[in-house]
Structure formats: structure tokens, C-alpha cells
């Protein structure tokens, strides 16, 4: 057995995804997707800030070199605001069934990027831990959204949208290897892509005047307490996580890892929630779980 310190830290993450959907959907349900995603942001730049302060007595990595604070920059535009951007408007085109089945691709793409731009290269073990892995999670997606389907006619414009969002999300990572190479601070790196997507946010916000909808968000006591767990489990602890990942293994197998999120919410959706899960979602689930224990042999 090899070291598997990257392939625990993105399954750490992908449990930090669960935490953080869940948290962030009973936080947009009350205060609206766009405003969660920028609050979020804002909490966890003071969280990240908090921590960094303790650690080094700054709350800001200024010790990251320019090529640092340029590709997590840019990382933090194309993952945090561009993709979900993306990818919450597939939400409302497509509904999630489609959407979340598309972004099922995370993995590929992100594997193929890895190859060609990082020369990784991945075994028959891993290609094959992959493969399982993305179809477990595309059986139980598929199960868990039926009769949950395109909310309106925009179809090919929702699986563009949500291909977009796929890709933002690959990118991300992929960017965020180029911008760590060198630079041993993942919660460092992590702080200049929460920085980068605030902003990105902001252009957003002031793009479609929302701006009174974000201040009136605040007034909501429970909205505030979802988004800040959310922002506590996502971008603060999990994409923190999600970049040790990528730094002590492959961005593929990394990814892979993390993208098992709708298997394991699974857990508390039925602890929780009560909800009955069937044949399928369980097969589906094997099939996923098989293809993370590929990955860490």
C-alpha cells in the first residue's frame, strides 16, 4: 500500500461537499442560490483570514509569488464564479437530473486536462477506478432526479450551460495545480481563490442589480446560519482539502474522489430525512465506492 495522503484528503472533501450542499440548499431555499454563493464567499475570506492570522500573523498570503497569486486568481474565477454560475443556471434550464448528470464529466475532463497540460499519467487502475467510479455516480444521479425533468424547453442551451459549469470546475483545479507548484500553502492558495471569486461575484451582482436582494439576505437569522456552515465545510475546510488533494496526487484521481458527493449524501438523505433509497441507488453506489477503492490501491 503507497502513501495515499491526496486520495484521503479528497475523499475528506468530498464529505465536506455533502455538508455544504446540504447546508447551501436550505440556505438558497430562504435567500436565493446567486446570494448564497457570494455571502458564502465573504465568509469564508474572514474565516481564511482568521486562520491564516494565527498561523503566520498575516491574514493575507503575502509570501505567494506573482505566478502564484495569478493562477489561483484566475482558479477562483473560472471554479468559484463562472462554473457555479453556470451551472445554477443549467439548474433552472435543465433541472438537476440533466444538469448534475453533465457534470458528472468533472473527472474526464478533468483527467484528460491533467494529461495533456500537467503530463500526468494514469494506469489501468486508475482509468478503470475512474471509469466506475463516474458511472456509480451517474446510475444514482439518473435514479434520484426521475421525473424531475427539463423545467422548460432551453434544453441544449441547459446542457451547454451545464457543460460550461463542468468546465469551470476542471479548470479550476487544473489552474490551481499550475498556481501551487512551488508554493506549499494549500490555505494560502485557497485564500487568493476565495479573494479572486468574491470579486468575480461582485461584477456579477452589479451586472444584474442584485445588490439589495444580498443586503436584504442578512435580515434572514437561519439563511445566515446555513451559509455560514456551508461556508465553513466548502470553500474555508473542503476547497482547501480539494487543493492538498490535487497537490499529492493526480488531478484526475483527485477529482474523481471528490465527485462522489451525490453517493454519499445518500447516508444522510436516509438517517436524516428518511428517505427510502432503492436497488438501483445501491448498486449505483458499490459501483462508485468500488471505483474510490481502485483508486486508493
Not at 434520484?144 to 476542471?170: C, D, E, I, T
Not at 490535487?246 to 449524501?265: E, N, Q, R
Request: proline share 3%; charged share 10%; hydrophobic share 55%.
Amino acid at each position: 500500500m503507497i502513501n495515499n495522503g491526496g486520495e484521503l484528503a479528497a475523499l475528506v472533501t468530498a464529505f465536506c461537499w455533502v455538508a455544504t450542499s446540504m447546508s447551501f440548499e436550505a440556505a438558497g431555499k430562504r435567500i436565493g442560490s446567486l446570494t448564497v454563493n457570494f455571502i458564502r464567499l465573504i465568509m469564508a475570506f474572514t474565516m481564511m483570514g482568521l486562520y491564516l492570522f494565527i498561523r503566520s500573523g498575516s491574514p493575507l498570503p503575502l509570501d505567494a509569488a506573482g505566478r502564484v497569486w495569478l493562477f489561483m486568481g484566475l482558479s477562483g474565477l473560472i471554479g468559484f464564479a463562472l462554473g457555479d454560475l453556470f451551472l445554477f443556471q443549467a439548474f433552472v434550464l435543465v433541472g438537476a437530473r440533466i444538469s448534475m448528470l453533465v457534470y458528472a464529466s468533472v473527472p474526464i475532463i478533468t483527467g484528460l486536462a491533467g494529461f495533456f497540460f500537467l503530463h500526468e499519467k494514469l494506469g489501468l487502475k486508475d482509468i478503470t477506478g475512474m471509469v466506475l467510479t463516474v458511472t456509480g455516480i451517474a446510475v444514482v444521479v439518473l435514479d434520484r432526479n426521475k421525473g424531475k425533468g427539463p423545467k422548460n424547453s432551453h434544453f441544449l442551451k441547459g446542457v451547454f450551460f451545464a457543460a460550461l459549469g463542468a468546465a469551470g470546475q476542471a479548470g479550476g483545479l487544473i489552474l490551481s495545480k499550475f498556481g501551487m507548484a512551488g508554493y506549499n500553502n494549500p490555505f494560502g492558495s485557497n485564500m487568493i481563490r476565495i479573494m479572486a471569486g468574491i470579486a468575480g461575484f461582485a461584477v456579477i451582482i452589479s451586472v444584474m442589480r442584485r445588490w439589495p436582494i444580498v443586503r436584504g439576505a442578512f435580515r434572514d437569522g437561519r439563511g445566515m446560519l446555513f451559509t455560514a456552515s456551508g461556508a465553513f465545510f466548502g470553500p474555508f475546510v473542503g476547497v482547501s482539502f480539494a487543493l492538498i488533494a490535487i497537490t499529492l496526487t493526480s488531478a484526475g484521481v483527485a477529482s474523481t474522489i471528490m465527485a462522489i458527493t451525490p453517493v454519499l449524501i445518500i447516508i444522510p438523505a436516509v438517517l436524516i430525512y428518511k428517505e427510502k433509497v432503492n436497488f438501483i441507488e445501491i448498486a449505483g453506489a458499490v459501483l462508485a465506492v468500488t471505483g474510490v477503492a481502485l483508486l486508493f490501491l
